[in-house]
């Protein structure tokens, strides 16, 4: 693996405060997570001093309320921290992306008692968070979930598996959608648990073909006891606050997608640099010259994307077909780069001596988290055609 550092990317970023704020990041990365990345990703090691050495640092609440201990940042900010932690480790990257997730129900729904109460740890005092809506036999289908909470006096009792959670037992609360009503997603509450409530207990996590570091599990809940005052937003509103939640989210896993296709393509133009083959660096001959210009600009369109949606949400207007599309738009455009990076390397792209193999198998899975590239192909049909009729 070369040696060098990859280039800073030249960001347009609104303020003084958030160039120094992006240079902190990229010092974070270059020393804290990029050295270690590829060794405890084989070791499937979950870097856990780096979310407290994050959250230290102020940046695991960057889009929320400043007066909870959150960041203040704009989404346009925020979306680009996320890129360059997820770039020097997608483990790093989607993890603060998942954890923002997580705390989105309360800061946008949560009273301000609840806020108070709870929010200033989940956004700078070390705790890590984690999202459970997916169930086994609920993934793209979300509203006919199964997962049960019973009132008991003023408590909840919540029965029933999650599955496919980013943290799941290695996280401090989880944000949980079960079902309080009827079928349909109307029925459906969103409550704050603490991840050593009595009866939650988490599975062996998944043995996954990219993100080995991050542990993914499912979740099972036997009668887990809830005080009311830990339900989010009013009974029955919790699918609103689901889908608000994942609008957002979806520009945090675009963000991170970029990330990835950025550090594939700094790796594929260093190695073209290096490489001599016929007596000139094969970056001279055309084919490959053509790869290289074709990543870049997938690259560049994937962020302009992601960024133009930041910027809508930022202003207060609608943004979720436009996070639809960056989703969908970004997260291609990371298999195709990775796949190309790998072809650039050629056999020494295929062995675990140079990340892009693994940069390949990661970017896989963000074709299908947070809602896959199918749904998202229909979430942005439903904008231009309306509800199928069917």
Request: hydrophobic share 50%.
């Given at each position: 693996m070369t040696d060098r550092a990859p280039q800073p990317v030249d960001r347009q970023l609104p303020t003084e405060e958030s160039r120094d704020l992006l240079a902190l990041v990229r010092e974070i990365a270059?020393?804290?997570i990029r050295?270690?990345?590829a060794e405890e990703e084989d070791s499937g090691r979950f870097p856990r001093e780096i979310f407290t050495l994050l959250s230290e640092a102020g940046l695991l609440g960057l889009p929320y309320d400043g007066a909870f201990g959150g960041g203040e940042q704009p989404y346009e900010v925020y979306l680009q921290v996320l890129?360059?932690?997820a770039a020097a480790r997608l483990t790093v990257g989607l993890g603060v992306s998942v954890h923002s997730l997580a705390c989105h129900g309360l800061a946008g729904y949560g009273t301000k008692e609840q806020q108070g109460a709870h929010l200033p740890a989940m956004l700078g005092g070390g705790l890590l968070g984690a999202y459970c809506l997916s169930e086994p036999a609920a993934g793209s289908d979300a509203a006919s979930l199964t997962t049960k909470a019973v009132r008991d006096g003023d408590d909840w009792l919540i029965t029933g598996t999650k599955a496919w959670i980013t943290h799941g037992g290695v996280a401090d609360f989880y944000t949980v959608l079960a079902r309080t009503g009827a079928a349909g997603p109307k029925g459906i509450t969103a409550f704050l648990v603490p991840g050593d409530a009595q009866g939650l207990t988490a599975a062996v996590p998944e043995k996954k073909m990219g993100m080995k570091g991050s542990p993914t599990a499912q979740l099972h809940f036997d009668g887990v006891r809830v005080p009311d005052a830990r339900r989010i937003g009013e009974e029955g509103?919790?699918?609103?606050?689901?889908l608000?939640?994942?609008d957002a989210g979806r520009l945090g896993i675009a963000a991170c997608a970029i990330g990835v296709?950025?550090?594939?393509?700094?790796e594929a133009v260093t190695y073209a640099l290096d490489r001599k083959q016929f007596g000139h660096p094969i970056a001279d001959f055309q084919g490959l010259r053509f790869m290289l210009?074709?990543?870049a600009t997938k690259i560049e369109a994937g962020r302009a994307l992601y960024l133009a949606a930041a910027r809508l949400r930022d202003a207060g207007k609608p943004f979720s077909r436009q996070a639809a599309m960056a989703k969908l738009f970004c997260t291609d455009a990371a298999m195709a780069v990775t796949t190309d990076a790998v072809q650039i390397l050629g056999g020494y792209g295929y062995t675990a001596d140079f990340p892009v193999e693994r940069l390949m198998r990661e970017a896989k899975v963000l074709q299908i988290v947070e809602g896959t590239n199918q749904?998202?192909?229909m979430v942005i049909a439903r904008h231009l055609a309306g509800p199928e009729t069917r």
């Open positions: 270059q020393r804290e050295p270690r990345a890129e360059e932690l509103q919790g699918f609103t606050i689901a608000a939640a994942l296709a950025q550090a594939a393509l700094d210009a074709d990543m749904i998202q192909r």
